[in-house]
Protein backbone atom coordinates (compact mmCIF):
# COMPACT_ATOMS: atom_id res chain seq x y z
CA UNK A 1 0.00 0.00 0.00
CA UNK A 2 1.70 3.33 -1.26
CA UNK A 3 -0.53 6.37 0.90
CA UNK A 4 0.51 9.68 -0.37
CA UNK A 5 -0.39 13.56 1.14
CA UNK A 6 -2.62 15.58 -0.19
CA UNK A 7 -1.80 19.42 -0.87
CA UNK A 8 -3.82 22.45 -2.90
CA UNK A 9 -3.54 23.53 -6.14
CA UNK A 10 -0.79 26.16 -4.49
CA UNK A 11 0.91 23.31 -2.82
CA UNK A 12 -0.63 24.01 0.57
CA UNK A 13 -1.09 20.90 2.47
CA UNK A 14 -4.17 19.22 3.48
CA UNK A 15 -3.54 17.54 6.40
CA UNK A 16 -5.39 14.27 4.52
CA UNK A 17 -4.13 11.17 3.39
CA UNK A 18 -4.51 9.26 0.09
CA UNK A 19 -4.32 5.58 -0.80
CA UNK A 20 -2.85 5.71 -4.25
CA UNK A 21 -5.20 4.12 -7.05
CA UNK A 22 -8.48 5.83 -6.08
CA UNK A 23 -9.46 8.52 -7.38
CA UNK A 24 -8.48 12.08 -5.65
CA UNK A 25 -11.11 13.88 -4.42
CA UNK A 26 -12.15 17.18 -6.38
CA UNK A 27 -9.32 20.24 -5.66
CA UNK A 28 -6.71 17.74 -4.24
CA UNK A 29 -3.50 17.37 -6.07
CA UNK A 30 -0.37 14.43 -4.93
CA UNK A 31 3.13 15.51 -5.74
CA UNK A 32 5.52 13.58 -7.48
CA UNK A 33 9.19 14.08 -8.83
CA UNK A 34 10.99 13.81 -12.27
CA UNK A 35 14.89 13.41 -11.99
CA UNK A 36 17.38 13.91 -14.86
CA UNK A 37 20.75 12.90 -13.92
CA UNK A 38 23.41 15.11 -16.61
CA UNK A 39 26.72 13.76 -16.97
CA UNK A 40 29.92 15.65 -17.79
CA UNK A 41 29.83 15.09 -21.35
CA UNK A 42 26.51 16.67 -21.41
CA UNK A 43 24.28 12.63 -21.83
CA UNK A 44 21.74 12.02 -19.41
CA UNK A 45 21.12 8.73 -17.60
CA UNK A 46 17.66 7.62 -19.13
CA UNK A 47 15.92 3.90 -18.25
CA UNK A 48 13.74 1.90 -20.38
CA UNK A 49 10.66 0.27 -18.41
CA UNK A 50 10.29 -2.82 -17.74
CA UNK A 51 7.82 -4.77 -20.65
CA UNK A 52 5.62 -5.76 -17.23
CA UNK A 53 4.88 -2.14 -16.45
CA UNK A 54 1.57 -1.34 -17.07
CA UNK A 55 1.79 1.89 -18.28
CA UNK A 56 4.25 2.44 -21.08
CA UNK A 57 5.90 -0.46 -21.22
CA UNK A 58 9.86 -0.48 -22.98
CA UNK A 59 9.35 3.11 -23.40
CA UNK A 60 12.50 5.12 -22.15
CA UNK A 61 12.31 7.56 -18.96
CA UNK A 62 13.88 9.50 -16.90
CA UNK A 63 13.60 8.45 -12.92
CA UNK A 64 10.13 9.51 -11.76
CA UNK A 65 7.40 8.66 -8.89
CA UNK A 66 5.26 10.03 -6.32
CA UNK A 67 6.16 11.47 -3.15
CA UNK A 68 5.14 9.35 -0.36
CA UNK A 69 3.61 10.49 2.95
CA UNK A 70 5.20 12.21 5.14
CA UNK A 71 8.40 12.66 2.48
CA UNK A 72 9.56 15.75 0.99
CA UNK A 73 10.07 15.97 -2.48
CA UNK A 74 13.87 15.93 -2.12
CA UNK A 75 13.35 12.85 -0.45
CA UNK A 76 11.58 11.49 -3.35
CA UNK A 77 14.15 11.98 -5.65
CA UNK A 78 16.71 10.26 -3.83
CA UNK A 79 14.52 7.59 -3.24
CA UNK A 80 13.33 7.24 -6.86
CA UNK A 81 17.02 7.44 -7.94
CA UNK A 82 18.17 4.49 -5.63
CA UNK A 83 15.06 2.10 -6.17
CA UNK A 84 14.96 2.52 -10.06
CA UNK A 85 18.64 2.60 -10.71
CA UNK A 86 20.38 1.32 -7.72
CA UNK A 87 22.68 4.90 -7.19
CA UNK A 88 22.66 7.03 -4.10
CA UNK A 89 23.05 10.67 -4.79
CA UNK A 90 24.48 11.70 -1.50
CA UNK A 91 27.06 14.50 -2.45
CA UNK A 92 26.10 14.66 -5.73
CA UNK A 93 25.98 18.57 -6.74
CA UNK A 94 22.08 19.51 -8.01
CA UNK A 95 18.37 20.09 -6.89
CA UNK A 96 15.18 21.51 -8.00
CA UNK A 97 15.33 22.90 -11.76
CA UNK A 98 11.48 23.51 -12.07
CA UNK A 99 7.60 22.79 -10.43
CA UNK A 100 4.99 22.10 -12.82
CA UNK A 101 1.07 21.50 -11.39
CA UNK A 102 -0.86 19.60 -13.83
CA UNK A 103 -4.45 19.17 -13.96
CA UNK A 104 -4.47 16.42 -16.66
CA UNK A 105 -1.73 14.14 -18.23
CA UNK A 106 -2.32 12.52 -21.65
CA UNK A 107 -5.72 13.94 -21.31
CA UNK A 108 -6.59 12.03 -18.15
CA UNK A 109 -7.53 13.99 -14.89
CA UNK A 110 -3.66 14.21 -12.66
CA UNK A 111 -4.28 16.62 -10.07
CA UNK A 112 -0.75 16.46 -9.41
CA UNK A 113 2.13 19.04 -8.93
CA UNK A 114 5.33 18.03 -10.63
CA UNK A 115 8.90 18.41 -9.19
CA UNK A 116 11.70 18.14 -11.95
CA UNK A 117 15.19 17.62 -10.35
CA UNK A 118 18.44 17.46 -12.09
CA UNK A 119 21.92 16.35 -10.50
CA UNK A 120 25.27 15.90 -11.72
CA UNK A 121 26.31 12.33 -11.79
CA UNK A 122 28.97 10.21 -13.50
CA UNK A 123 29.07 6.76 -13.14
CA UNK A 124 26.95 3.87 -14.75
CA UNK A 125 23.84 2.61 -13.33
CA UNK A 126 23.90 0.27 -10.73
CA UNK A 127 20.60 -2.35 -11.52
CA UNK A 128 21.92 -5.01 -9.35
CA UNK A 129 21.37 -2.56 -6.49
CA UNK A 130 17.89 -1.46 -7.87
CA UNK A 131 14.57 -2.63 -7.06
CA UNK A 132 13.23 -5.57 -9.10
CA UNK A 133 11.00 -5.53 -11.99
CA UNK A 134 11.26 -1.92 -12.63
CA UNK A 135 13.23 -0.88 -15.14
CA UNK A 136 14.60 -3.28 -18.07
CA UNK A 137 17.97 -1.57 -19.04
CA UNK A 138 19.23 2.13 -18.63
CA UNK A 139 22.30 4.03 -20.12
CA UNK A 140 23.35 7.09 -21.34
CA UNK A 141 21.99 9.24 -24.20
CA UNK A 142 23.04 12.54 -25.70
CA UNK A 143 20.41 15.03 -26.43
CA UNK A 144 20.30 14.13 -29.94
CA UNK A 145 19.97 10.51 -29.35
CA UNK A 146 16.76 11.80 -26.84
CA UNK A 147 15.47 13.39 -29.73
CA UNK A 148 15.64 10.79 -32.04
CA UNK A 149 14.31 8.70 -29.23
CA UNK A 150 11.25 11.00 -28.81
CA UNK A 151 10.76 11.49 -32.94
CA UNK A 152 10.40 7.50 -32.90
CA UNK A 153 7.87 7.27 -29.82
CA UNK A 154 10.02 5.42 -28.10
CA UNK A 155 10.27 8.02 -24.90
CA UNK A 156 7.86 8.33 -22.21
CA UNK A 157 4.95 11.41 -23.78
CA UNK A 158 4.66 12.89 -20.47
CA UNK A 159 8.84 14.25 -20.62
CA UNK A 160 7.43 16.39 -23.66
CA UNK A 161 9.35 19.46 -21.14
CA UNK A 162 12.98 17.82 -21.59
CA UNK A 163 14.41 20.09 -24.65
CA UNK A 164 12.80 23.23 -23.43
CA UNK A 165 13.39 23.15 -19.74
CA UNK A 166 15.96 20.24 -18.88
CA UNK A 167 18.47 20.48 -21.95
CA UNK A 168 19.37 24.13 -21.95
CA UNK A 169 19.13 24.04 -17.80
CA UNK A 170 22.50 24.49 -15.84
CA UNK A 171 22.73 21.97 -12.60
CA UNK A 172 20.89 24.11 -9.73
CA UNK A 173 23.37 25.66 -7.12
CA UNK A 174 22.15 24.04 -3.74
CA UNK A 175 22.11 20.85 -1.91
CA UNK A 176 20.18 17.53 -2.90
CA UNK A 177 19.02 16.97 0.47
Same mark, same amino acid.
Given at each position: ?E ?8 R ?12 L ?25 A???PT ?8 ? *??? =? @? #??? %?????? &?????? /? *??? =? @? #??? %?????? &?????? /? *? ?18 ? /? ?18 I ?31
Open positions: MWWDLYTRDQPTGVRHLRGQPPPDAYHLAVHVWLRGADGRYLLSQRASRFPLLWECVG *GAV =L @A #GET %GAQAAL &RETREE /L *GLD =L @A #GCH %GGLLCT &RTRDAV /L *GQRANSILDVWLFAYNGPPR /LDRAAAGEVAQAGWRTPGERELWRQGRMVPTLDYFFGTVLPASIPAGSNG
